[in-house]
């Protein structure tokens, strides 16, 4: 059965750091890539960071690159979100979402929700003002 579980999301003050985890089982990560989104109440899902070719390929979304960042753990089957100087708006569920490559896509489809067929349930980040 394939199962992708985030954890990690907690209550922080604006300028903390989390670390959020992702553990996929059921399921071999070559040839996929596994992003990172995040939905705020009453917006649109939107994605956050993608990393693919076993960890060697990363993309950011420009809201957060410089802040956040991706990385897997290959023996663990793990992927992580390290997210540092939070703000406000950085409130929202966060989701990992794994989709197998196809040499079509494009580094900026990485981050469009739609080509995921495999989500997890979400972790909720809420950063205090």
């Known amino acids: 059965q394939v199962q992708l579980a985030e954890s990690g999301g907690h209550l922080v003050q604006s300028g903390g750091s989390l670390r959020l985890s992702c553990a996929v089982s059921?399921?071999?990560?070559?040839?996929?890539?596994i992003a990172w989104f995040r939905q705020a109440p009453g917006k649109e899902r939107e994605g956050v960071a993608s990393i693919g070719r076993g960890g060697r390929r990363t993309f950011y979304a420009d809201s957060t690159r410089g802040r956040f960042t991706i990385s897997v753990d290959l023996v663990q089957n793990t992927f992580y979100l390290q997210l540092n100087d939070l703000k406000p708006e950085d409130t929202a569920v966060y989701f990992c979402?794994?989709?197998?490559?196809?040499?079509?896509?494009?580094?900026?489809?990485?981050?469009?929700?739609?080509?995921?067929?495999?989500w997890g349930q979400g972790t909720q980040v809420t950063v205090s003002s």
């Open positions: 979402a794994a989709v197998r490559d196809q040499a079509t896509f494009t580094e900026d489809l990485y981050l469009r929700a739609w080509i995921y067929p495999l």
């Open positions: 059921g399921l071999s990560l070559n040839g996929r890539t």
